[in-house]
C-alpha cells in the first residue's frame, strides 16, 4: 500500500505535471485549429485527406492502396486499423457503408488517434529528458518542437503524411535522448543501430521528405558492422512498413524516378535533377527561415569554440555523444533543405524544423555542463528568456493561423450547395461539396467504391474532371483523369442530357482558368454562356468560383 502510494505520488510529482502541460496545450491545439478550419471536405482541408481515407478502406477490404506518392502506407494502415478497432463486431463490408455515409466522423477518430499519440510521445520526451538532465529547461526546448512553426501545427490537424511523420521526428529524438544517456549507447550499440534503423525506414514508408534524416546517427557508428545494420535495418523496415502496397512497388518506384529526374514539381520540368537557375534561390529562401537558420548559428558557435579550445577533437571526452547527434541532426536539416529545394514548399521541413528542438537543447546542453556556476546561471536565464519569446511569438502565430482557417471556413460555407438542390450540380477542382470530397478520394483510390457511392452521393451532383495531366504522367489516379469530362461515380456521362434534364447549372471550384478552358468542349464559351444562357458569377467567393444560371446566387452578392 506503502509503496503504491509512494508510486502515485512520483507520477503527479510538479515537475511531471509541468512536463505534462505542453503535451496538453499540444493536443487542444491542434483540435482548435481542427474546429476553426472545419469539416475536411472544404476545398482548403479535402487533399490529401479523402485520398488517406479511400485507400485506409482499400487496405481495410484487403485491396492495395491506389495512392502511392509518398508512399503513405503506415498512414493508410494506421487508418484502416483505427476504423477496425472503432467498428468491432461489424463485417467490413459493413464497415465500409457506414464510413462512405459518414466520412467525417472517421477522419475526425483518426486524426483523434494520432494527436493523442503525438502528444503523448512528446511527454514520454520531457520526461526521459527530466531524467537524463536533471533540468526542466532541456525537457522544456524538446517538448516545444512541434510549436516552433505554426505549419506543423496547421497540418497536424489533417489525415495525412505530415502528422505521422511528427511522431517519427519525435520518435527519433527520444532514440537520440537515451542515446545522450552516458554509456548507455556503447553498452547497447547494436539495439540503438537496429532502433534507429527501424525508426528510419518507418519514416520514409510515411513520406520520402524523410530520407535526409538518415545522416542523423551515422556519426554514433564507429564499426562497420553497425554501418551495414543500419543500411540492412532500413531496409526492411521500408518493406515490412510498405508491405501492403507491394503489388504496386513498380508504379511508385517509377514515379520516384519521374520525381528524381525532374527538376521541377511531381517530376516535371527538365530532366536535370534539379533547376540550374532557381535552385540556389530556393536553398538560400528556405534556409533563412529563422527556425532553421538561428539553431543552425548556435550550432556552429558551439562546435567552433570547443574546437578550437585545447582539444579539437570535439568526438571524444564527454561531450562525444552530444557532438555526434548535434552534428548528425544539423546535417539532416541541410540535407533536408537541399532535397526540399527540388520543390520548394514548407510542410516538406517539419522533420527538420522538430529537429530544431533537438539542436537548441543540445547546444544548451553542452554548454550547462561545461562552464561554471557563475556563467550557468546567466545561461539559464538566457535560456528561459528563449523559451519565453518562442510561447509568446508562437502563441500569436497560431491565433493568427487560426483566425486564417476560419475566414476560410466561414468563406467557402457562405455559399449553401444545398440551395441548388434542384440544379445539376457540377463540381470541379477543388470544390467544397462533400460529393467531390467523395469522387476526388474514391478516384484516389482506386474507383473502389464506385459502386457504393452511386447510392449515397445525390443523382444530381457530377464532376467535371478539368485536371491538367502530364503526358509522362505515371500516377493511376491521374491518368484516370487525364480526358475532361463530366462524370459520376459510375464514370464519364453524356454531357449533353444535363442541360435538358435540369432546370438549371451549377458550377463550384477553385480552379477558373482551367475551368473555363475546358468549358467549351462541353457547353459553350463563358462568354456565350452569359450572354445567351444568362449563366451569373456573382456567388464567387474569396477563393471558389460559382458560375450558375440559377437567379438565387443574386442575394449572395455584396
Known sequence: MIKEMSDKKLILN????YLLVFPVIFF????????????????????????????????????????????GTPVQFLGALIIKIASLGSGVDQITDTALRDPEKYIQLISNVIIFLNSLILFIIGIVAHKIFGNLISPTFLQLSPFLSTLILRHGAHFKPEIVLVFATLALILLSLYALKPGLFDKNQKKFVFCYGLI????????????????????????????????????????????????????FFQFVERLFWGSESYGAGAKTIIDYQNYLAYVYQLFMRPVLLIPFIFSLFTFSKFYFSESKNILSGENKTFFQILIGANCAQLFLILFVAKNPSGQYLIPGI???GLTIMINFQIWHKTINQRLRTRLNFFAILLITIIIIEQSF??????????????????????????????????????SFALYWGDNSGGQSFASQL????????????????????VRDFLLRIKKPGIRNSEGYIDHSKIEENYPCIYFRGTDRGQF????????????????????NQTCIGKDENVFTDFKTCERNKE
Open 14 to 17: 510538479w515537475p511531471n505535471l
Open 28 to 71: 487542444f491545439t491542434i483540435f482548435w485549429l481542427r474546429e476553426a478550419s472545419g469539416p475536411y471536405w472544404l476545398h482548403f482541408n479535402l487533399d490529401p485527406t479523402y485520398s488517406y481515407f479511400f485507400n485506409s478502406l482499400n487496405l481495410l477490404n484487403g485491396m492495395a492502396p491506389s495512392h502511392i506518392d509518398h508512399p
Open 200 to 251: 528510419a525506414g518507418f519514416g520514409v514508408a510515411t513520406k520520402i521528405i524523410f530520407i535526409p534524416l538518415l545522416v542523423l546517427p551515422i556519426l554514433l557508428f564507429i564499426k562497420k558492422s553497425n554501418f551495414f545494420l543500419y543500411a540492412l535495418t532500413i531496409i526492411f523496415s521500408f518493406l515490412f512498413f510498405t508491405l501492403p502496397m507491394i503489388e504496386v512497388y513498380d508504379r
Open 354 to 356: 522538430i529537429l530544431s
Open 397 to 434: 502565430s497560431t491565433y493568427k493561423s487560426g483566425k486564417e482557417l476560419r475566414e476560410l471556413h466561414t468563406e467557402a460555407m457562405k455559399i449553401n450547395n444545398e440551395e441548388f438542390s434542384s440544379c445539376a450540380r457540377i463540381y470541379h477542382t477543388w470544390a467544397s461539396s462533400k
Open 454 to 473: 452511386s447510392g449515397i452521393i445525390p443523382k444530381n451532383d457530377f464532376w467535371f474532371t478539368i485536371h491538367e495531366v502530364s503526358e509522362k504522367e
Open 516 to 535: 473555363f478552358k475546358n468549358l467549351p468542349q462541353f457547353f459553350s464559351s463563358e462568354e456565350i454562356m452569359i450572354s445567351e444562357k444568362k449563366f
